[in-house]
């Protein structure tokens, strides 16, 4: 089963690249597939790669219902 978890991204980077804060937790991902996105827009993420931007609402929503199933990572 493959899952896609939700990030807020917090900082850009070169070479389609860029820190997203996920949970709590920051990591590296590619973003050459969603080259427009923006400083603090929020991703899903795939495989470390952000394959579509996502809103405010939806994100949050998500990253709830992931917390319920799995708890906090932190």
Excluded at 1 to 13: A, D, I, T
Aim: aromatic share 4%; net charge negative.
């Amino acid at each position: 089963m493959c899952l896609g978890v939700v990030g807020r991204v917090v900082e850009l980077k070169g070479d389609n690249r860029a820190l997203v804060e996920i949970m709590g937790v920051e990591r590296e991902i590619s973003v050459v597939l969603v080259p427009d996105i923006k400083l603090n827009e929020y991703v899903m993420i795939h495989a470390g790669f952000a394959i579509n931007a996502i809103d405010e609402e939806a994100a949050l929503e998500t990253e709830a219902i992931l917390r319920q199933v799995y708890g906090d990572p932190l």
